[in-house]
């Protein structure tokens, strides 16, 4: 399926493409909270929040993200971002690109989606 361009810089793939992706090696970050990461993800997924919720319910964006991605992902790997719909990981994404990452791909629909599609998923729980 051909990639569909969401912005400027940033490439969005439907879910199929990007677990085609991930199944080739390239990395999945799921940029989506630690919370919502230990309730389910794919396989082998990194995990840098884009944004923090306040104790108000706020979202705050994560004032470290590029250094953390930059301590687990170099520049040139291939990297898939995910989050829980395709909003934040787009923006992650673009951020990403901007910061000099090189092979950046957004996936479009987020976990939901991959979870729609039947897609392996591994909960933190299991892994204790």
């Known amino acids: 399926m051909a ?4 912005s400027e810089s940033a490439v969005t793939v439907d879910v ?14 799921d940029v989506r909270t630690v919370e919502e990461f ?3 993800h794919p396989w082998n997924a990194l995990n840098v929040p884009y944004v923090f919720f306040t ?4 979202l705050l964006k994560n004032p470290e993200f590029l250094e953390q991605v930059s301590s687990i992902c170099d520049k040139d790997d291939h990297i898939v971002v995910g989050c829980q719909s395709g909003v ?6 673009e951020e990403l690109l901007k910061a000099g990452f090189k092979h950046v791909k957004n996936m479009g ?14 909960a933190l729980q299991e892994e204790l």
């Open 3 to 6: 990639p569909i361009v969401s």
């Open 38 to 40: 230990k309730k389910g």
């Open 109 to 122: 629909g987020g976990y939901v989606a991959w979870v729609e599609n039947g897609f392996l998923v591994k």
């Open 55 to 58: 104790p108000q319910g706020k």
């Open 16 to 29: 199929h493409a990007a677990k085609g992706f991930v199944d080739s090696g390239h990395k999945y970050l």
């Open 88 to 93: 934040r990981s787009l923006q992650a994404t």
